[in-house]
């Protein structure tokens, strides 16, 4: 039996088809979807830290570094995808993005659920994974990590010259 078929089967069995029924729910389903992507990325990168530590090919004093780098960009992907997902999805934003982008579809209320619900879902995925994923995340996560690689440094002990001093100074 080929694998398409066994998927197919699985997909139309009488669990799965009642357990969508029960899903009817639009913003459920794209905030399930959204958790469901942030836990995998959390455990990928859990998995990429262990591995990390436990690979004797990268020399000590890059194991940290890069241990601390995956931590930060695990912790910062969770909160950053959840709570622009969560802002995302927001019914009020996208109701305001719907009215907006299907106003040929009002007069049909059934299409116009169908495509607000979809496009709900969608681009949710898109902003939470493309902006915050891929553009927020490693730009917060490398200013993290800067911070803890550099929060014993020594304070720069120079006093900061005053009015008086730069206005006395020659160019």
């Given amino acids: 039996m080929k694998i398409s078929k066994i ?15 029960k899903c009817k729910d639009p913003k459920f389903l794209t905030r ?3 958790l469901t992507s942030v836990a995998k990325d ?3 990168y859990g998995l990429r830290v262990h591995n990390t530590l436990n ?5 000590e004093d890059k194991k940290r570094f890069s241990a601390d780098m995956d931590t930060a960009s695990g ?26 982008l299907f106003k040929t579809l ?11 619900a979809s496009f709900s879902a ?7 994974t ?14 993290i990590v800067y911070m803890q690689e550099h929060k014993n440094d020594p304070v720069n002990s120079a006093p900061a010259a005053n009015s008086e001093t730069r206005l006395n100074t020659k160019v």
């Fill in 122 to 128: 969608i681009s949710t995925m898109v902003i939470a």
């Fill in 32 to 34: 399930t979807l959204l």
């Fill in 42 to 44: 959390v455990f990928a």
């Fill in 55 to 59: 690979n004797d090919k990268i020399p």
């Fill in 130 to 143: 493309l902006l915050a994923k891929r553009i927020l995340t490693p730009f917060i996560a490398t200013k």
């Fill in 7 to 21: 998927l197919s089967k699985a997909a139309n069995s009488n669990f799965m088809v009642s357990h969508i029924e």
């Fill in 106 to 116: 009002k007069n049909n209320p059934k299409q116009f659920a169908a495509a607000k």
């Fill in 75 to 100: 912790i910062t992907t969770a909160i950053v995808q959840i709570g622009t997902g969560f802002l995302i999805s927001n019914e009020k934003l996208q109701n305001s993005v719907a009215d907006k």
